[in-house]
């Protein structure tokens, strides 16, 4: 059996070494995107195919989700995290190579970026399906938290170490390096370190119509319908525009790269304090929380779209970092509760795909809407609008959300 603690998350071995894994996973795929996105524009190419490059690391990583969720309720997830990490680590030493001996063409770079960003969209959902199997109930929220805060600190750290590399060693060293991380999480969740329970069932159909049971599942819940519907609205029109957004109003403003990344830091500071506040303070009405979370989100979006000081935008983007976690975090927990532990995968997988699968939606939309005549906080505004209106709609509509 998973290893169980009641007193300490930290003195539970199993929930440790997956913290530490997803750690280092997470910081090798930031590392990853941070220095193909540089080698791209700098050495291979050009701007233009920058844009096919994060395509294929993104889009068929999100589609790749649900099917993690299906394969997470059939092997067992160590099995798969474990395969995962290792064929991450062939791509990247390949990568590694190619760069290093400076024989690396557009086409090839292409093609290893499209399997290691589907090979990594199993880690993150198969690792919080293993959640209910090695904590106790009332560690949950407290669970989640420590993850979803290390994830968010690990999407900091990858990018600094990759500036840091490449601006003291080469592009192939920042390579190196990600490859290191990513073969240290594949060593942390090698299965014996973690026995598994089996599987709850042994999945007897096709993938898709396993697929189509946890759709239904999901469909059927209002809950999760509601919840999913928070995610969306909140990644969409509030993360997704902030992100989107930050280039364009600090070269709006007049800002420099500096400006740039005091924003980008202080979003993620934002996320990781809002981690650990929601790790400390047990929430017992979540359904509410995410919805007023939502709200606080829009309310802050729209202020920030208003407001033209880039010394107050920095400020203020570190509460929208700060609600992410408020918004996500007690659905998370409650999603994992009530959910039977034959479908936990699937539902798992669907959550990740709402939660992160419209920000690439939010990228190209902004930008379109900007470059046909839109002032950018013009656009802020009305995704600002829309998300209130979502929130209001929700909290009035609803109760039976609100209850769990």
């Known amino acids: 059996m998973e290893q169980k603690n009641t007193t300490s998350l930290l003195k539970n071995r199993t929930f440790v070494l997956l913290l530490f894994a997803g750690l280092t996973t997470i910081a090798s795929y930031s590392m990853f995107i941070t220095t193909t996105t540089w080698y791209v524009v700098t050495d291979l190419g050009s701007a233009s195919q ?13 589609i790749m989700m649900v099917f993690g969720g299906v394969l997470a309720d059939t092997f067992k997830k160590t099995t798969i ?33 499209l399997f290691f960003g589907m090979i990594d969209a199993f880690f993150g959902p198969v690792k919080t399906s293993m959640i209910p199997k090695i904590v106790d109930q009332e560690q949950m929220q407290k669970a989640n938290a420590w993850f979803q805060g290390t994830d968010q600190f690990a999407f900091i750290l990858g990018p600094l170490l990759a500036g840091i ?29 973690i026995k598994e329970t089996p599987v709850e069932a042994k999945v007897k159909h096709t993938p898709l119509l ?22 969306i609205s909140f990644n969409f029109l509030i993360m997704g525009a902030i992100i989107v957004s930050i280039p364009l109003v600090v070269d709006l403003y007049g ?15 934002g996320m990781v304090i809002g981690s650990a506040i929601v790790g400390f303070v047990q929430i017992k009405n979540r359904g509410k929380t995410s919805i007023y979370g939502l709200l606080g989100a829009a309310a802050i979006l729209l202020f920030f779209s208003q407001i033209t000081d880039l010394f107050w935008l920095t400020l203020i983007v570190f509460f929208i970092g700060l609600a992410m976690p408020i918004i996500t975090i007690p659905f998370f927990t409650s999603a994992q509760e009530t959910t039977d532990p034959k479908l936990i995968g699937r539902v798992m997988s669907l959550i990740y795909l709402a939660m992160n699968g419209f920000d690439p939606i939010a990228y190209g939309v902004i930008p379109s809407l900007v470059e046909g005549g839109l002032s950018i906080q013009y656009v802020l505004l009305s995704f600002a609008l829309v998300a209130i209106f979502i929130g209001l709609v929700v909290l009035f509509r609803g109760k039976s959300y609100q209850r769990v």
């Open 50 to 62: 920058l844009g096919m490059i994060l395509i294929a690391a993104t889009v068929p990583r999100l």
């Open 210 to 231: 396993d697929l189509k049971e946890g759709l239904l599942h999901v469909v059927k819940s209002r809950y999760l319908i509601t919840g999913i519907v928070v995610l």
């Open 165 to 193: 590399f490449m601006e003291f060693g080469t592009v192939a060293t920042s390579y190196l390096v990600a490859t290191l991380l990513v073969a240290i999480s594949t060593v942390l969740v090698f299965p014996p370190f």
């Open 255 to 269: 800002g420099t790269p500096i400006n740039l990344s005091y924003l980008e830091v202080s979003l993620g500071i």
């Open 81 to 113: 995290m474990f395969s995962a990490n290792l064929a991450q680590v062939l791509i990247l030493a390949i990568i590694y190579y190619f760069v290093a001996i400076d024989d690396m063409i557009f086409l090839l770079m292409l093609g290893l970026t």
